[in-house]
């Protein structure tokens, strides 16, 4: 019997070693970053156990290695948790997320929508001048707008839609005028805003330009729908 107990708690350290393996494994295949340093502080547990039941006596340098590790990893967890719990969103800003950034983490989206500010625009307000280059870009929430091409309307805009994307990502003038057609609620974006929080947050950039990638090819369906009706 002792021999047995002695044989198993020398394969422990073993044991404890593969599960931190397969649990760091586990932490770079998840995609929430909260998750992945959750993983990896129970990985970091099992290797610092581990380090302090070889036969011949502790392993200090990992264990300290590991709980260093640990610690590490819960502070940065404990980060994330204060500002989850901080980026509750607004009736409103949920509206808009499930439109417009529908994968994207609610962290990002409170730092993006932070930036922006609401707007109530009147029937017949006009958003973007043809030809003109906007310093703003609008994401509406509630009504809808006439999108007109030298005084010909050729497309509409409603809720969960950019309007001024194209000239916001070529930095060129507006090719179309948009205009309010009710009253229309939406958030606006000065261009110097977003720059300054492009320089903070790059990732923050990379999704609010694939959001904008994603309404494009919305738009671009629509009108190629529109165009096969009437043909």
């Given at each position: 019997?002792?021999?047995?107990?002695?044989?198993?708690?020398?394969?422990?350290?073993?044991?404890?070693?593969?599960?931190?393996?397969?649990?760091?494994?586990?932490?770079?295949?998840?995609?929430?970053?909260?998750?992945?340093?959750?993983?990896?502080?129970?990985?970091?547990?099992?290797?610092?156990?581990?380090?302090?039941?070889?036969?011949?006596?502790?392993?200090?340098?990992?264990?300290?290695?590991?709980?260093?590790?640990?610690?590490?990893?819960?502070?940065?967890?404990?980060?994330?948790?204060?500002?989850?719990?901080?980026?509750?969103?607004?009736?409103?800003?949920?509206?808009?997320?499930?439109?417009?950034?529908?994968?994207?983490?609610?962290?990002?989206?409170?730092?993006?929508?932070?930036?922006?500010?609401?707007?109530?625009?009147?029937?017949?307000?006009?958003?973007?001048?043809?030809?003109?280059?906007?310093?703003?870009?609008?994401?509406?929430?509630?009504?809808?707008?006439?999108?007109?091409?030298?005084?010909?309307?050729?497309?509409?805009?409603?809720?969960?839609?950019?309007?001024?994307?194209?000239?916001?990502?070529?930095?060129?003038?507006?090719?179309?005028?948009?205009?309010?057609?009710?009253?229309?609620?939406?958030?606006?974006?000065?261009?110097?805003?977003?720059?300054?929080?492009?320089?903070?947050?790059?990732?923050l950039q990379a999704v609010l330009m694939a959001a904008i990638g994603m309404d494009l090819v919305t738009k671009i369906l629509m009108q190629n729908t529109r165009a096969t009706k009437f043909?």
């Open positions: 019997m002792h021999s047995i107990i002695q044989e198993n708690l020398s394969s422990l350290p073993e044991v404890l070693i593969a599960i931190g393996f397969l649990l760091t494994f586990v932490a770079f295949v998840v995609s929430d970053i909260l998750w992945l340093r959750i993983f990896t502080i129970v990985a970091k547990i099992a290797m610092a156990v581990a380090a302090l039941l070889p036969e011949n006596g502790p392993m200090w340098l990992s264990f300290f290695g590991n709980v260093l590790l640990i610690v590490v990893n819960l502070i940065h967890s404990t980060l994330l948790i204060l500002e989850k719990h901080r980026s509750s969103l607004s009736d409103e800003e949920s509206i808009l997320k499930a439109k417009a950034f529908p994968k994207m983490d609610r962290v990002f989206v409170k730092r993006l929508f932070k930036a922006a500010s609401w707007v109530e625009l009147e029937q017949g307000e006009t958003l973007l001048f043809e030809g003109e280059c906007p310093d703003r870009l609008f994401l509406l929430l509630e009504g809808k707008a006439f999108v007109s091409v030298r005084h010909r309307r050729v497309g509409e805009l409603g809720s969960g839609q950019f309007a001024g994307e194209m000239s916001f990502l070529t930095m060129e003038k507006a090719g179309a005028t948009v205009t309010t057609k009710e009253r229309t609620k939406c958030l606006v974006w000065e261009r110097s805003d977003l720059e300054k929080l492009y320089c903070k947050d790059k990732d043909a």
